[in-house]
């Protein structure tokens, strides 16, 4: 498998490309958990409202276990505790409640941050790169065949200012053999694969 071209330029402009790829994802990566990080914050309050809230709703349920200890009138003292304890209960449950919104928002939020960027650019630069690779891992296959399938291929796919370069008449020199020609359209097709004879 041919990653990159065998001409230096056009290689060091696929490795930087590839770089700059990777130097992308980790940069939305770490903007994707700073908004993580930061959105989680907006759970913190709600998290210390139902760690309060749960300890008010244990401090009534103590007072509310010994007052109803006391013989003839505990159960009326104790009724105002066990409310005020539910009451609190049910502070602390709307706490963990926000905190877990947050955190799904957060997530939401993070990967949205992520996601949406690398893809855009991931649909764009890497079919272009697998789309390379595929045709010069078969072109590579190619290089020790005969220098005139390459050259017919040249004369399929090249730009016509690219085949007038080599030739005036590029596939009557080809019809008629000429090796310079051949060569030249082979070598032709060969650079727009990536690859080097």
């Known amino acids: 498998m041919r990653l990159y071209a065998a001409a230096p330029a056009r290689g060091a402009r696929q490795a930087l490309g590839d770089l700059l790829l990777l130097a992308w994802i980790a940069g939305w990566a770490w903007a994707g958990r700073e908004v993580w990080t930061a959105t989680m914050k907006l759970g913190e309050p709600g998290l210390a409202t139902a760690s309060a809230a749960d300890e008010m709703a244990g401090r009534f349920h103590d007072v509310e276990g010994r007052i109803d200890g006391i013989p003839g009138v505990g159960d009326d003292l104790a009724a105002p505790f066990s409310g005020a304890a539910s009451a609190a209960e049910n502070l602390a449950e709307a706490g963990r409640s926000q905190a877990e919104?947050?955190?799904?928002v957060?997530?939401?939020a993070g990967l949205a941050v992520f996601l949406v960027p690398v893809l855009l650019l991931a649909?764009?630069?890497?079919p272009l790169r697998?789309?390379?690779i595929r045709r010069a891992s078969a072109g590579r296959r190619l290089l020790g065949a005969d220098p005139a399938l390459l050259a017919l291929r040249a004369l399929t796919n090249q730009p016509l200012r690219a085949l007038n370069k080599v030739s005036d008449d590029p596939m009557g020199d080809w019809r008629d053999g000429d090796p310079a020609v051949v060569r030249r359209l082979a070598d032709?097709?060969?650079?727009?694969?990536?690859?080097?004879?």
């Open 101 to 104: 919104t947050v955190a799904d």
């Open 106 to 108: 957060a997530l939401l």
């Open 123 to 126: 649909v764009l630069y890497v």
């Open 130 to 132: 697998v789309r390379f």
């Open 188 to 197: 032709l097709e060969l650079r727009s694969l990536g690859l080097r004879r």
